[in-house]
């Protein structure tokens, strides 16, 4: 069955960066568009970077640009995402997931808390 394990977060101070690794298993990787979701307190899931199945294109929500780059490991079944320049309303919990075309698996990992204070 799909796994998704996410990893890296944690609290660091605005400005500092993070890079967060999803570990997946079950389904062929390699095909698929991969994703990034957040979720902060009190707010509805939101996609924040999308990576081709080669990982050769890949994009960016808006409010990360410039800030967060998403990459992939087609060998190892790993997603990750470098998050430079952190602001505060990054905090959220991160997830890894399939991305469109097919959208996310209904199988999903206990996220990466992200916390970005000072």
């Known amino acids: 069955q799909v796994q998704l394990v996410e990893s890296g977060g944690g609290l660091v101070q605005p400005g500092e960066s993070l890079r967060l690794s999803c570990i997946a298993s079950?389904?062929?990787?390699?095909?698929?568009?991969m994703s990034w979701y957040r979720q902060a307190p009190g707010k509805e899931r939101e996609l924040v970077a999308t990576?081709?199945?080669?990982?050769?294109?890949?994009n960016v929500t808006d409010s990360a640009k410039g800030r967060f780059t998403i990459s992939r490991d087609n060998v190892r079944d790993t997603l990750y995402l470098q998050m430079n320049s952190l602001k505060p309303e990054d905090t959220a919990v991160y997830y890894c997931?399939?991305?469109?075309?097919?959208?996310?698996?209904?199988?999903w990992g206990q996220g990466t808390q992200v916390t970005v204070s000072s």
């Open positions: 079950g389904f062929p990787f390699k095909i698929y568009h």
């Open positions: 997931n399939r991305g469109r075309p097919g959208g996310p698996f209904n199988s």
């Open positions: 990576v081709s199945p080669t990982g050769d294109t890949q």
